[in-house]
């Protein structure tokens, strides 16, 4: 009986960025805070022994930088991909969420409990596919529970 093979998949979200967690950056190509480059530096050093054998990233520099500071560790250069880039989030793009709910209060009141509107979830929904993709690619067996972990990783790029 051939020796199953076990594929682990590591989702990282980049590092602290000068927008501030409180603004929606979404598809703003912002850099990485110096915080945010000791976040990328700090997790290049734990993953440093970790077997990778594969790397994508969103083209967002922020994301770059992130998946940049792991691969150096590694000698690989990530795969940038557009399908990853994060949501855009239209004209509430660079404000705070204090100045859209008091800005765009009826929209704001329309979006879901993540400030979603409906043409964003549609957008997360894309990503799922997009990870399904990447997890089939990877050889995950488990294609539901990599559709499962794809939605949940695709809310988190906001």
């Known amino acids: 009986m051939p020796a199953s093979r076990h594929t682990t998949l590591l989702l990282v ?15 703003i190509d912002v850099p990485l805070s110096d915080d945010g480059l000791a976040q990328a530096a700090a997790l290049s050093r734990r993953l440093a022994e970790v077997r990778i054998d594969a790397m994508y990233s969103s083209p967002l520099q922020r994301a770059m930088q992130t998946a940049n500071a792991i691969a150096s560790a590694h000698g690989m250069t990530p795969q940038p991909n557009p399908d990853l880039r994060e949501i855009a989030h ?69």
Request: hydrophobic share 40%; proline share 0%; glycine share 10%.
């Open 13 to 27: 979200r980049h590092g602290g960025t000068t927008a501030g967690a409180d603004h929606f950056a979404g598809s």
């Open 90 to 158: 239209g004209h509430w793009e660079g404000r705070s969420i204090s100045d859209v709910k008091s800005c765009f209060a009826d929209e704001y009141a329309a979006s879901d409990a993540r400030g979603l509107t409906t043409e964003q979830i549609a957008v997360v929904q894309k990503h799922r596919k997009d990870f399904e993709a990447i997890a089939k690619e990877l050889g995950l067996d488990d294609v539901a529970e990599a559709r499962r972990l794809a939605q949940r990783v695709a809310l988190h790029l906001l």
